[in-house]
């Protein structure tokens, strides 16, 4: 996507704010100042900004095979402080999920944990329901009992969306044993969120050791690269084509260099495997994949539009833990965006998919 300097500049002039708080409240805890709601406008229009990438916990459920809490910040009992980071970024809802720790457990007590945890944060969202929705919890391990799990969380729970993780206790989410989760997915419409848990199977090799916390830094989005990259060449996104999936931080390293995988196709035609229908850049902004807004800076944010399109990007924070609190004025600065883009990139496409009113 070309940047032009004029349509920057015009994108820009016809964007203001106001409320505009000041940021440094969306970090500190402590004595409770009154911070002020930074209403997003775009092009003279007060607009609905929502965060896909949030996480929360339901100490209820980890008790329940003694999950260890990672950050209080997780926690739903007081979510003054979480509305108040939410005001100061401009963020208006939050989609929350819960990243998996229970794809070990067994299926009696995956059943138990599910339960109470997905029932838990439909209570969370109903106590603020302007400022939460929830994606739904899921024991991928089992996933006949995952079906029937986010059957019962959409239909009698109401939820829109449903979480999971990069892979399940090391298996790839395209094996064919999840296609019962994923027809599920599909026949009720939800966004599924993916959120990598690292690239476990490699840290026993010392790979990912030393400094820099690569197991996160880099284990994360390698994650999610290998899971895409699997839905696409196994044939899931085929196979489900009413799949819609957004991945954490930006599609991971996927969106950087996804014309590696069609180049495979070409130069290796007899060693790829079953090609998948379409060429593999094709998934990345065809309706069925997308990706939030975690990458950083505008010309990051501008290369991973130019690979997905505007339409398939939304907002995330990754709250509690602070990569980043700017998201709202990433998307406002990113270049070659009109104002009905931005909008749906800070809110209306998220709102689209998971039914949050206008
Ligand atoms: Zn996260």
């Known amino acids: 996507m070309p940047i032009s300097g004029d349509l920057l500049a015009s994108a820009l002039a016809s964007i203001a704010f ?20 930074r209403e997003v406008v775009v092009n003279g229009k007060r607009i609905k900004t929502v965060d896909v990438h949030a996480h929360c916990a339901v100490p209820a459920a980890m008790a329940l095979i003694n999950q260890p ?31 998996p720790y229970w794809y070990h457990a067994g299926r009696d007590e995956a059943a138990a944990l599910i339960k109470v945890q997905n029932e838990t944060l439909v209570e969370f ?22 079906a ?35 027809a599920k997915c599909e026949e009720l419409g939800v966004l599924v ?5 690292g690239t476990r199977e490699l840290e026993p090799s010392g790979r ?24 696409i060449f196994e044939g899931t996104l085929d196979h489900f084509p009413g799949l819609k999936i957004c991945a954490a931080h930006g599609g991971g390293f996927l969106p950087s260099y996804a014309h590696r995988c069609d180049a495979v196709c070409r130069t290796f ?14 998934y990345l902004r065809d309706g069925q994949l997308f990706f939030d807004t975690i990458v950083f800076t505008p010309e990051a944010l501008r290369h991973l539009i130019a690979e997905t399109g505007p339409g398939q990007i939304m907002i995330g924070t990754d709250y509690p833990f602070p990569w980043t609190s ?6 406002l600065r990113t270049p070659g965006l009109s104002d009905d883009e931005r909008i749906a990139i800070l809110g209306g496409t998220a709102a689209r998919l998971l039914g949050i009113a206008p």
């Open 208 to 231: 990912l050791a030393g400094s820099g916390l690569l197991t996160n830094t880099i284990g994360n989005p390698l994650e999610t690269t290998i899971a895409l990259s699997h839905l």
């Open 326 to 331: 700017t998201e709202v004025d990433l998307v």
């Open 193 to 197: 969120f993916m959120h990598p848990l």
């Open 125 to 146: 969202c109903a106590a603020n329901p302007d400022r939460f929705v929830g994606f739904a919890t899921a024991a991928l391990q089992h996933p006949e009992l995952a």
């Open 69 to 99: 809490l990672e950050a209080s910040g997780l926690l739903m009992t007081d979510t003054r402080t979480r509305i108040e980071a939410m005001d100061a970024q401009g963020i208006d809802v939050e989609a929350l999920s819960i990243n």
């Open 148 to 182: 029937e799990q986010v059957d019962y969380a959409v239909k009698t729970l109401g939820f829109r969306g449903v979480g999971v993780g990069g892979s399940v206790a090391g298996v790839e989410l395209a094996d064919p044993r999840f296609h019962p989760f994923w």
């Open 269 to 282: 035609p007899d060693r790829v495997g079953k090609l998948p229908k379409k060429p593999p850049t094709a």
């Open 18 to 37: 106001v409320g505009c708080a000041m940021t440094s409240a969306a970090s500190a805890p402590g004595p409770h100042t009154q911070t002020r709601r």
